[in-house]
Each structure stands twice: as C-alpha cells, then as structure tokens.
C-alpha cells in the first residue's frame, strides 16, 4: 500500500497538519521539527499529491521559461539548469517562446500564466532588458527571475556573467599573440551580452594603444548563417584581418565556413575566436579558442531565486554574477617568434 501522510505524521510523532505545513514549505514550523519531518518522509518513501497540495498552497508547481533567442544550443543550457533544479523541487517547466517586437507581450504572458496558472517566470535576453515589460510584471505582482539583463540595479533578482571583463581579457590574449589586426562580429543587437562583449573588445584595444577599424567590424545575430555573411564580407576585402573575433561560437562556425569556402586556411591564414564554449566549438577542426561561460549553473541559480521569491525565502539568496573562464584551441595561431 502507498504511504500515507498519516503514516509520516505517526513516524514523526507530530500531527499531519504539521506533515501538511512542512510539505508546504510553511513558515511557521521550527527548524528542529522540520528536519524530523523531512526525515520520515525520506526513509519512508511518501511522496506528496501533487494536485492535492497545489489545491492547498493555490501553487501549479509550475514555472514557466520565457525566451527568444535563435541560439538552440544557449536555450538547450539554460533549460537543463532550469530543469536540474526541478527535478530536486518537484516543480514542473514550460516553455514560452516570446516576440520581443510584439507590443501587446505584457498582456499575452498574463493570460498565458493564468491559462497554464504558472507560478512564477524566468526572463532571458532580450526580454530581460524591455523595460515596459519588466513593469507590467511587477504591476501584475509576477514573480520572476532574470537571466543577464544590462542593468542588475532595477532588478532584484538575478544572475549575470562577466561578459565585459572575459572579452577584455580574451582581446588582450589575441594582442599578445601578436595579433594586431582583428575584426569583430556583434550579437544580436538587442542583446546586453552583445554590447558588453563589444565594449569589452573595444577598451582592450585603446589601452593597448590600438584603433578600432570600423571595416572590420561587422553585425550578427547570434546564428551560424548571420556568422557566415559576416565572414564573407570581412574576407573579401583586400586588406583582411589576420583575427576574427566572433561574439558567440555559432557565428564563428560560419566565419569557418566562409574561410573553408574561400580557400583560406585556418589558423594559417586566420585566427578565429568564439565566445560561449558550445560543443560545437570543440567539435570543429581546427577546435576553437573561445570562452566558457556557465550558463547552465546560471540557470540553475535563476530558478533557486525564482522559487526563493515564490517560497517567500528571497532573502536566503543572492543575486550572483558568474565568472567566463578562457579556453585556448587550434583556432589561434601565435604570430610571436
């Protein structure tokens, strides 16, 4: 026969409207009682009724990810990190994708939420920076967590990575291979990551004494194919540079691409970097130099604030920013002696 909650409560020694608070993640039990609780329901095996203990708390256990973004493989992290943490909280993950171009967003995720009654949000780029939609979220009284927006003083809760620094770093990298020709491919434009990686690139340069070359500075997306148009153009000039430096791997890919097609070796003839440490960056030939960032441990934490704010335990964690690390491949050739 299935356990019961009786049967946790006589194990325990505490009434089942204890059991029933504790299960509920209710304030009002002492932390010593908690921890008796938690462990009959452990060694016993209960699991909760879901539906039961939604009718009581008036909670779907259900969050919802919200996300435009043509990166499968960025989407693909955030989600596992996401779904980490559900699979610890019994909660449940759907996944919205969203027209940042649609005027009526705001209105559209309200009756999606209350359609699928959704407890709770979390926000990626570029809906994280879409400063009505962020108030139309707290005017509502949504909870939500945000995955890199531009600007951590407005919100309250949510994680970021050093985009900025890690491409700062990764430019002074390439400059010190002797590299002083480099050519840059933006994010997508609507992206805070895409600003703060070229910002970065930028301020390497002129504390190394170098000018951008506007020539050489060319607009993506994020996806392979707007990687590939990029590298065609920078390629086809008569004074190219000796390194591209691709705000994302997926673009990088389609500079490669564009290079193999033009007969030009890479790292031979061109340096290539990517930013994000994809499996793709480590399934090319020649592998990429790039840098990893830790999306999915980002995701994971953006949930933990995300069912801290529903839990009412916001308080017992912080917002994080996360630190990239470089990884250096075959793709960068050092023209140093």
Known sequence: MPVTIKDVSNDAGVSIKTVSRVINKEKNVSEKTKEIVIKSIQKLGFKPNKSAQSLRSKRSHMIA??????????????????????????????????????????????????????DGLIVTPPLSDMNEFLEHLNQTQTEYSIIAPSNTRKVKSYVSSNDYEASYAMTNKIINKGHLNIGFIKGHHKHSASHLRFNGFTEALKDRGMSLNSEWVKEGNFSFDSGFSAGLELLKSHNKPSVIFASNDYMAAGVMKAAQMNGINIPLDLSLVGFDDSP?????????????????????????????NIDGLSEEM??????????????LINLID
């Open 280 to 308: 793709l960056a480590a399934q090319l030939w020649p592998s990429l130099t790039t840098i990893r960032q830790p999306v999915e441990d980002m995701a994971y934490h953006a949930a933990r604030l995300l069912l801290g």
């Open 318 to 331: 912080d917002s994080k920013e996360f630190i990239s690390e470089l990884i250096l491949r075959e793709s």
């Open 65 to 118: 990810l919200l996300y435009n973004n043509p990166n499968k493989h960025y989407l693909a992290d955030i989600q596992g990190g996401i779904l980490r943490l559900c699979k610890e909280t019994g909660y449940n993950l759907v996944l919205q994708e969203c027209d940042y171009t649609n005027v009526n967003l705001g209105l559209e995720i309200t009756e999606f939420i209350d359609d699928f009654s959704i």
